[in-house]
C-alpha cells in the first residue's frame, strides 16, 4: 500500500508540474497587463440594488456600478463632482441645489435627469421598500415622516426637480455632512424603467440587477455575476467620465475566509485584500516594499455596559473596569500593534474632531474605584459575563481583558460567546452585563457616533440617558454656526457622556490590506474608501517571470 | 451444526467465560497492552492535572507571546504567553471526559436501537430507521442554537448534542450487521434453544457484530473531540480561559505557519490517544472473535 | 425487490413531512430574525421587510402556505438574497458541491478500500500497519487542517497547483477533493479491514479455499462482498454527509457550493433558504440510505433471498 501510495503521489504530482507549467502566468501579471483589478470583496453581496443592500462588500460593488450626485476624493475625502457638475447651499444653509451633468447617461444610453433623483428618492424612502438605509435622507424636509408611513404624499418631501438638470433639496436643519452622503447608495438614482419592466417600484425580488437586465450610471457595467464565486465588471463606455477612467475592468471575489483570501494574495490571485489575519501582519509588515497597508479607520470597538444592572449600575464600577484595561500593552501584544487604543466613542480626527481623553490606564486608582463601590480588593464581588459573538478576534480580546481585570482588581469575568444573531437579540433587548461592540461611521462626522446615545437610541443598549446631552446634540449642536463651535458642542457632550462611563472604548478600528505594488490610486484613508475611478495598475516590466 | 453454531451454544452455557478468555487473549497481544497502558496513563495524568501541570492554565505573560519551546515551557506557549503543556493537561482533561461519555452516550444508544432494528425487521424497523433519517436530515445548526438558547451553556449538553448526532451511523453499522448475521445458522440454533430476543441480541448477535463497532467507536472518540472544539467555538461547552484539545488544534491550524508548535503538539497528543484506542480496539476485536480465535 | 423500494419510497413521504414540520417551526423559536442587524432595523422598515415576505400572517398560515408552494416544487426567495430565489440557489450551489463529492467520494473509496482490503489480507503485519497508521492520522486530521496543509505545501511552496477556485484554474478540483475525500477514507480503510477480517475467517471462505480456489479469487469473488457490508451502510450518510458536510472545504478553497448556502443560511436565518436546503438534503439522506441499504443486501447472499430474487 505504501508502494501504490507513492506510485499515486508521483502520478499526481508530475501531473500537476505539467498542469502548472500550462498556466504560470498569475491573475496578477495577467490583470497588469489587461488593466484588470483583482479585488478581494469579503463576502458574497446580498444584491446590487442600491436602495437594498446594507453591507461594505455590496457597497463596493454598487459604487462601481453606480455613482451618486457627488463621489468622495479618496486622498482628502472631500466631495468632488459626480453626476452633479456643482452645487450650492443657501446661506441658511436649508437648500442645496444640484446641478446636473449634461453628459451624465445611463449604461443604456438614456440622459440622466433630475427627475431620476426625484423618482428614486421616493423609492428609497418608501416604507414598503424596506430600505435599512433610509435614514440617510432623514436630513430632507419630509423624508423621516414619509419613511415612517406619517405622510403618504410624496411631493410634501422637500426634493424637487427645477428643470430636467437642477435638483432642488430642501433640509430640516443645515447639515454640514449632507453632501457627502450623496456618495451613499441609499441617495443613489436608480432606473426607473428597468426596474418597472420587473415589476413595482419597491419589490425587493425581482431580478432587475441580473447581468442581462441591470441599468446603471457608474463607471464601471456589469458583465458577469457568478454566486459565491466573482463578480466582473467592465469599463463603461457610456460613462460621462469615461476618459478618466484607467481600468479596464475589475473582478470581486468574494473572500470569506480571511486566511484563503491571504494565501490568494500570496500567489498572485489578488491585487487587493479585504483584510489581513492578525497573526500575519508581523510578517507582512517585516517585508521589504511591505504590501500591507494598516490606517486608522472611522470606528470604534468598544464594550457596552449594561447601567442599568448590579453591579455595572454603580458608575464607580464601570469606571474602575474602564481603568484596567491596559490597551496599549493589549494592542502592542495580541494585536500586533494593529489598532490604536481608545478612551472614548469617537474616533480621534473625525474631520479634525478631537474626542476627549478622560482617563487612562490607572490599576491603583480602578482598585480605590471598586473598593469605593463595596468591593475592596474583589471580595463580595456578584460576578459578570461579558458576551460577544462567536469570533477568534473578539475572543482574544476578551480573554486578554478577563486576565486583567483578575490581575488588576481580582474580580472574575466569565466569557459568554453567542452566535451572530443570538448576540444581535442579547445586545438590543439589554439582555446582558457587558457586551462587545463595533461601531463604524456612515459618514465623517462625530455626530455619527455621538447621536448612538441619545435616549432610547435604537443602537444606544446601555441604558445611558440624559436629557441635557440630548438637548446638546439635538438642538444646540445644529444650530451652531461656525465649525468650531459646533465641535466644542459635541466635546462637551461627548465628555458628559463619558463622565457616567456607559460604554468601555478599547480601540479605535483600523483598515488592514495587502494590496500589490502594482496598484496605484487607491490611498488608505479613514472611510476606508475606494473610488475605482482613480485607481490603475502599473504594467510589470518584464511581464512574466 | 458447525463450530461457531457449537461455539454459540457453548457461549449460552457460560457466557462469563468468554470475557475471562478475551482478557487472557488481550494480554498477549503487545499493541493492545501499550495503547492500552498510554491511555491509562493519559486518563492518569488528566485526573492529577490540577496538582502536576507546571503553570496556572490562566496564567498569561503578554509580553512573551507566542514562544517556541524552551527550559521554561517544555512545549512552548500560545499568543497569550500561557504554557502550551499545561494548556495541553488541562485540554486533555475536557477532550477525554467528552470524547469517552458522548462516545459511550452514542454506543449504547446506537448499538441497542440498530440492533432491535436489525432483528426485529419488518415494521419495527421501518419505523425506527425512519426516525433515524428524519433526526440525519433536520438542520444540526439550528439544533445547536437551539440547545444553547433553552438551556444556557454547560458540559452535560454537551454531550447530549454530541452524542444524538454521533448514534446515528452508530445505529445504521449495528444493524446492517445484525441483518446480516440474524439468519446465520448459530442464531438460528440459538433461537431453537428457545432463547429469548433479549438474550440473543446480547449475547450472540452483538459479541459477533463487535468488529466493525468497536472500529466505529475508536473513530468516533476523535472526531467527538473535534466536533466538541466546533460547538465550544459556537458557545455551546467549554469557555475560555478552560481548552480542549480540539480547541487547541483548531487555533492551531490558524497560524500553522507562523506558531506551528501551537498545532503539533495538541496534535500529537490526539494522534497518540487514536493510536492507542485502535491497537487497544483491535486487540479487543482480535481477543473477542470467537471464530477468528480458533484459526 | 420492487416492493422493496416501493414501500421505502412510500415512507419516505412522512419523514419528509415530518423534517419540514420539525424544521419550519424549529427555526422560528430560533432566536434573532432574518432581518436583525447589527445596527438597530427601524420599526417601520421591520414591518414593511416582514408583509413582503409573509411573517406578518399567523404561523400556521405561513406553514400551510408554505406547504402549498412547497407541493408546486416552490421554495421561496430567499431572505438573505433578495432578487433570488431559493430554487435558484439551490440550482447553483448543488452542481459543484456534487461534483465535489463525487470525486471525494472516489478518492475515498480508491484510497480507503484499498488500503482497508490490502491490510486485512496480512493483518498484524506491517502490510497492515502501514495503510492502517496512515488512516489513522487521516482521521486526526480535520479538513479544515488539512486543506490549508495542502494548499501551503502545493499551492504556495511548490505553486504546482491553485489555491482556491473551482473549474477556474486548471488543476484546482485536485486539492479539494482529496482534502475532503482524506477523511472519509481514513473511516473507509479501518471499516473495510474490520469487515474483511470479519468475513475471512467466515465458513463459507474456508469452503472457498477448501475448495482450492487461488486467494485473490476468494477475495474477489467471495469476500470482498460481505466484507463491504458495513461500508455500505456507512456510505449512506456518509454520501450525505459529503454534500451537507463540504462546508469546510468548499469555504477553504472558495468553492461556490450548496455547502456554504447551507451552512449560512441558519447563521443569517434565512428561513426559506433552511427549509429550502433542508427539503433538498433530506430527499438525498433518504434516497442515499435506500440506495445503501439495497446494496448492503444485494451483497449479503442472505438477505437477498428476503427480497425473493434467488
Known amino acids: ?545 | 451444526m458447525n463450530t461457531p453454531a457449537l461455539a454459540a451454544i457453548a457461549q449460552a452455557e457460560q457466557g462469563t467465560s468468554l470475557w475471562q478468555d478475551a482478557w487472557l487473549r488481550l494480554r498477549r497481544n503487545r499493541l493492545a497492552v501499550c495503547g492500552l497502558a498510554v491511555l491509562v496513563c493519559f486518563i492518569l495524568i488528566a485526573l492529577l492535572t490540577p496538582w502536576i501541570a507546571p503553570y496556572g492554565y490562566a496564567q498569561q505573560n503578554l509580553e512573551l507571546g507566542a514562544a517556541p519551546p524552551s527550559a521554561a515551557h517544555w512545549l512552548g506557549t500560545d499568543i497569550f504567553g500561557r504554557d502550551l503543556l499545561t494548556q495541553i493537561m488541562f485540554g486533555g482533561r475536557i477532550s477525554l471526559a467528552v470524547g469517552f461519555i458522548a462516545t459511550a452516550v452514542a454506543l449504547l444508544i446506537g448499538v441497542t436501537w440498530g440492533a432491535i432494528a436489525g432483528y426485529a425487521g419488518g415494521r419495527v424497523d421501518a419505523v425506527m430507521m425512519r426516525l433515524v433519517d428524519i433526526l440525519y436530515a433536520l438542520p444540526f445548526m439550528i439544533f445547536i442554537v437551539l440547545l444553547m438558547v433553552v438551556f444556557g451553556r454547560n458540559m452535560l449538553l454537551l454531550f447530549l448534542a454530541i452524542g444524538a448526532v454521533e448514534w446515528l451511523t452508530m445505529a445504521r453499522i449495528m444493524r446492517a450487521q445484525v441483518q446480516a448475521l440474524r439468519q446465520q445458522e448459530f442464531v438460528e440454533a440459538a433461537i431453537s434453544l428457545g432463547l429469548s430476543p433479549a438474550a440473543i441480541i446480547r449475547r450472540h448477535l452483538i459479541p459477533n457484530a463487535l468488529g466493525p463497532i468497536i472500529v466505529y467507536t475508536t473513530l468516533t472518540i476523535p472526531s467527538v473531540m473535534l466536533l466538541e472544539a466546533f460547538l465550544s467555538f459556537l458557545g455551546l461547552g467549554v469557555q475560555p480561559p478552560q481548552t480542549s484539545w480540539g480547541l487547541l488544534i483548531s487555533y492551531g491550524a490558524e497560524t500553522l505557519e507562523e506558531y506551528p508548535w501551537l498545532l503539533l503538539y495538541p496534535g500529537l497528543a490526539l494522534t497518540l490517544t487514536l493510536f492507542s484506542l485502535n491497537f487497544l480496539g483491535d486487540g479487543l476485536r482480535d481477543a473477542l472473535d470467537v471464530r477468528g480465535a480458533r484459526d | 425487490m420492487w416492493r422493496f423500494i416501493g414501500s421505502r419510497l412510500l415512507q419516505a413521504i412522512p419523514v419528509l413531512l415530518v423534517v419540514i414540520t420539525v424544521t419550519f417551526f424549529l427555526v422560528r423559536i430560533a432566536p434573532g430574525g432574518p432581518f436583525s442587524s447589527e445596527k438597530a432595523v427601524i420599526p417601520e422598515v421591520k414591518a414593511a421587510l416582514e408583509a413582503q415576505y409573509r411573517l406578518n400572517l399567523p404561523l400556521w398560515q405561513q406553514y400551510t402556505a408554505y406547504l402549498g408552494d412547497l407541493s408546486r416544487g416552490d421554495l421561496g426567495p430567499s431572505f438573505k438574497y433578495p432578487g433570488r430565489s431559493v430554487n435558484e440557489l439551490i440550482a447553483a450551489g448543488f452542481p459543484v458541491t456534487a461534483e465535489l463529492g463525487i470525486y471525494a467520494l472516489l478518492v475515498a473509496l480508491g484510497i480507503g478500500g484499498l488500503a482497508g482490503v490490502i491490510a486485512a489480507l496480512r493483518p498484524n503485519t506491517a502490510q497492515d500497519y502501514i495503510p492502517m497508521s496512515a488512516a489513522m492520522i487521516g482521521i486526526c486530521m480535520p479538513s479544515f487542517l488539512l486543506g490549508p496543509l495542502l494548499i501551503l505545501v502545493f499551492g504556495v511552496y511548490l505553486e504546482w497547483l491553485p489555491v482556491s477556485g473551482w473549474g477556474d484554474i486548471p488543476g484546482d478540483k485536485i486539492l479539494p477533493s482529496i482534502t475532503l475525500g482524506a477523511a472519509y477514507a481514513a473511516y473507509i480503510a479501518r471499516l473495510s479491514r474490520a469487515g474483511m477480517l470479519e468475513v475471512m475467517s467466515q465458513d463459507y471462505i474456508r469452503t472457498a479455499r477448501a475448495k482450492g480456489l487461488p486467494e485473490w479469487q476468494v477475495v474477489l469473488r467471495h469476500a470482498l462482498r460481505g466484507g463491504m457490508i458495513p461500508i455500505v451502510a456507512f456510505l449512506g450518510p456518509a454520501l450525505a454527509g459529503l454534500l451537507s458536510g463540504s462546508f469546510v472545504v468548499e469555504t477553504i478553497f472558495q468553492i461556490p457550493g450548496l455547502g456554504r448556502f447551507y451552512v449560512q443560511a441558519a447563521f443569517n436565518r434565512d428561513y426559506t433558504m433552511i427549509l429550502g436546503t433542508t427539503v433538498f438534503l433530506s430527499a438525498l439522506i433518504v434516497s442515499f440510505n435506500l440506495l445503501s441499504d439495497i446494496l448492503a443486501a444485494w451483497m449479503n447472499p442472505r438477505l437477498r433471498a428476503q427480497f425473493g430474487e434467488r
Open chain 1, 1 to 545: 500500500m505504501r508502494f501504490s501510495a507513492l506510485q499515486f503521489l508521483c502520478v499526481v504530482s508530475a501531473s500537476l508540474a505539467l498542469l502548472a507549467c500550462g498556466s504560470g502566468e498569475s491573475n496578477v501579471i495577467q490583470g497588469n497587463r489587461d488593466g484588470i483589478l483583482h479585488f478581494g470583496n469579503g463576502t458574497e453581496p446580498q444584491g446590487l440594488d442600491p436602495h437594498v443592500v446594507t453591507g461594505i462588500p455590496e457597497s463596493h460593488i454598487v459604487r462601481a456600478l453606480f455613482e451618486g450626485l457627488t463621489v468622495k476624493n479618496p486622498y482628502t475625502l472631500e466631495s468632488e463632482p459626480g453626476v452633479a457638475q456643482s452645487w450650492e447651499v443657501s446661506a441658511d444653509g436649508l437648500t442645496v441645489t444640484f446641478h446636473l451633468n449634461r453628459a451624465a447617461r445611463w449604461s443604456n444610453g438614456d440622459p440622466m435627469t433630475a427627475d431620476d433623483y426625484v423618482w428614486s428618492w421616493q423609492r428609497a424612502l418608501s416604507p414598503a421598500m424596506g430600505n435599512q438605509y433610509a435614514y440617510m435622507l432623514y436630513p430632507v424636509v419630509n423624508a423621516e415622516a414619509f419613511a415612517t408611513g406619517k405622510l403618504d404624499d410624496f411631493t410634501a418631501v422637500g426634493v424637487k426637480a427645477l428643470d430636467a438638470h437642477t435638483l432642488q433639496v430642501q433640509l430640516n436643519a443645515p447639515t454640514p455632512y449632507f453632501i457627502q452622503l450623496m456618495d451613499h447608495d441609499s441617495t443613489f438614482a436608480v432606473h426607473r424603467a428597468t426596474i418597472e419592466k420587473f415589476g413595482k417600484a419597491t419589490d425587493r425580488f425581482t431580478p432587475w440587477t441580473r447581468v442581462e437586465n441591470i441599468v446603471g450610471n457608474g463607471p464601471f457595467q456589469l458583465t458577469d455575476w457568478q454566486l459565491n464565486r466573482r463578480i466582473v465588471v467592465e469599463k463603461s463606455d457610456t460613462y460621462w467620465d469615461r476618459d478618466k477612467v484607467q481600468l479596464n475592468g475589475i473582478v470581486f471575489y468574494p473572500t470569506e475566509n480571511i486566511s484563503s483570501e491571504e494565501r490568494m494574495f500570496r500567489v498572485g490571485q489578488l491585487h487587493y485584500t479585504q483584510t489581513v489575519p492578525l497573526d500575519k501582519i508581523p510578517v507582512y509588515r517585516a517585508m521589504q516594499d511591505s504590501p500591507y497597508v494598516n490606517v486608522p479607520y472611522l470606528g470604534t470597538y468598544y464594550y457596552l455596559l449594561n447601567t442599568t444592572k448590579p453591579p455595572l449600575h454603580d458608575v464607580r464600577v464601570r469606571q474602575a473596569l474602564a481603568m484596567a484595561v491596559d490597551r496599549e500593552r493589549l494592542i502592542n501584544t495580541v494585536m500586533h500593534g494593529s489598532t490604536v487604543p481608545a478612551y472614548s466613542i469617537t474616533p480621534p480626527g473625525t474631520l479634525g474632531y478631537q474626542p476627549p481623553t478622560l482617563f487612562g490606564y490607572d490599576v491603583a486608582r480602578a482598585r480605590a474605584l471598586l473598593a469605593e463601590a463595596g468591593y475592596p480588593d474583589g471580595k463580595g464581588w456578584p460576578g459578570l459575563e461579558l458576551t460577544y459573538n462567536t469570533s477568534e478576534s473578539h475572543l482574544k480580546i476578551a480573554v486578554a481583558l478577563q486576565q486583567m481585570w483578575k490581575d488588576a482588581l481580582n474580580i472574575d469575568v466569565t466569557l459568554g460567546n453567542q452566535e451572530w444573531k443570538v448576540y444581535l437579540d442579547s445586545v438590543h433587548q439589554m439582555n446582558f452585563d457587558m457586551a462587545r461592540r463595533g461601531w463604524i461611521g456612515d459618514y465623517v462626522d462625530p455626530n455619527n457616533f455621538l447621536d448612538l446615545f441619545l435616549c432610547g437610541g435604537g443602537n444606544n443598549n446601555t441604558g445611558f440617558c440624559d436629557p441635557h446631552y440630548d438637548e446638546m446634540i439635538q438642538r444646540q449642536a445644529p444650530q451652531a454656526t461656525s465649525r468650531e463651535e459646533r465641535y466644542a458642542i459635541l466635546y462637551a457632550a461627548e465628555t458628559l457622556m463619558m463622565q457616567q462611563m456607559p460604554i468601555l472604548p478599547i480601540y479605535t478600528y483600523t483598515s488592514n490590506h495587502l494590496i500589490n505594488p502594482s496598484v496605484h490610486g487607491m490611498p488608505a484613508n479613514l472611510m476606508d474608501y475606494v473610488n475605482f475611478r482613480y485607481v490603475s495598475l502599473q504594467k510589470d516590466e518584464k511581464d512574466s517571470e
